[in-house]
């Protein structure tokens, strides 16, 4: 191998890692849902073609690998991407959006909760037994995720104006965040915009408006955040009866922008998992979910030993507010 | 006025009566979501035009009236629809959708709960004063409808088979009317069935299956149809709070399918209105909501003599099971 890229594609954003033989950090790339590059797509702005496209090439900068492999799941054609920027061999590595987090937790097994975009709890069991939940997308799913929450702020927003017990600083934020003013007859306007289709990333990214009014004080949206923690919980304790993990202590492991960037929302989460997983021990990883896609490639290509010499280099790079 | 042709276009039906200048009942039209002649709309199939059609010709039957008297809001351009169906001229007389309602009931005053496809709370207070809220549409809002319900029931089925507490027979019904085996493989046909562009009457249709459900001791379906009563309950908590009826004798009136005809829903829905207007009346007036707008049409031309024996004489027909 000349060079492992470490791909993490969200709903909201595409993440990259160039990592060398020896597991020094070689690059890093990200195409944010706000980025120009970005472009759309079914499952999310962070799963399309120019928003991948747009995090390859940042995370290779000047470098062009004799060849390359290519992990991380969520793209399908990453690998046919980066063919033009290397001149030799591609190889691709898979690694599952559930394995990245226990990987960046450095655990080999645990109950993984996603909430970004979209969200699911994934189970793996000490015996090997698996057990996927939920990624079943906002209209019918996606229990706790950034795209139920960003669609309770909007039905939060538009009955603002209906009772003082129903005002909220959330109207004014996303108000702005939309550009759609709905403290004057601009409720017609909301209205139209739910009834259009977005992508993802647009209602996903109210979450963290979400957030910050809640940390704030505001009552109603420290409902939602409290309500979708609880609604995850749920998923949580599905995955916790089947695979027997009532009375086992157990890695509880965050990934995701909500469930690592919102601590309210963690702290809902796993008040409630408490109830019914008493030692269930929550763990949020330091470092971006790519580092994990990294992390288990690494594993899986026999160079384990350069693990701990990657995450080093990532933490200390510390790469920013990724999301 | 030689006829009074009264209109009740809903989300999922439209119905329409004949009435003689002197109150008696000339024909009656119905066209159905399942009927053939229905058409489809973004506010529902029974605000189509080809809907509004079926039933206008169907209640005219071999009537020809030398003028026409129209009534009814859902479909502004019935007069011009009614137009090739007369000799003579058309007039409107506009009755809004939670006037009907009122006139059914035999009030002056009150607070309409209707819960149909959409949903909405009507106050309208002794003195006058006037407060509608929701009609927001199932994305934003119309608390308690049908549509609500529905999407409810669709995510129900969708976890299913997470864990033997989501069990619930509506995966069998819903199975059913959607044509979608959600048995086998079907869940990412119900994924895929949940992100395509509907009518609002597919969904909608789903809540008279919750109810069944519900009736036959299906926990999880009774808990949406609890869980949509209190969130309408929460929207007729605003209204009596802004109208300052709280203290006061009021009628509680119900209107559209879920809330005449779930005797559970509207049970749910009490119980939580009691918590804070305790003097509230309800009522679940007898007769389809097209005889509410006739009534109230009967009362505006200065016909109002003749509406108990337009009353009598739908009750007598009983017209059918409509919903």
Known sequence: MDALLAVDAGGTKCEALLVGPDGALLGWGLCRAEDPTSGTSW???GRSKESTLSALR????????????????????????AQPYTPGEVHAVPVAEWDAPLALAGVDWGVVVLSGTGAFVHGA???????????LGP???????????????????????????????LTEAV??????????????????????????????????????????????AGRILAEAAAAQAEV???????????????????????????????????AAVAGFAPRAEPVVPAGPQVLGTALRALGRIGLEHWRERLRAEVLAASPRDAD
């Not at 996606?142 to 603002?160: E, K």
């Not at 007859?185 to 957030?211: E, I, N, S």
Request: proline residues 4%; glycine residues 10%.
């Open 175 to 220: 108000g702005a965040v939309l550009g759609i003013d709905v403290h004057e007859k601009g409720l017609g306007r909301l209205v139209d915009f739910a009834h259009k289709p977005h992508d993802r990333a647009v209602v996903a990214q109210l979450a963290r408006y979400v957030d910050e009014a809640a940390r704030a004080g505001d009552a109603v």
């Open 58 to 81: 940042r995370a290779l900068g000047e470098h062009r690998p004799a060849s390359l492999t290519v992990s991380g799941l969520g793209r399908w054609d990453v690998p046919e991407l």
């Open 236 to 270: 949580v304790r599905d995955v916790v009866d089947r695979l027997a993990l009532a009375e086992v202590a157990f890695p509880l492991v965050a990934a995701g922008s909500v469930a690592t960037r919102s601590a309210l929302y963690w702290a809902h989460l796993c």
């Open 125 to 135: 069991a000490p015996d090997g037994e698996r057990l996927h939940l939920d990624s």
């Open 139 to 169: 209209l019918l799913g996606d229990y706790g995720s950034g795209s139920m929450i960003g669609w309770m702020a909007l039905r939060a927003v538009a009955r603002h104006h209906w009772s003082p017990r129903h005002e909220t600083a």
């Open 43 to 45: 499952g999310g702005k």
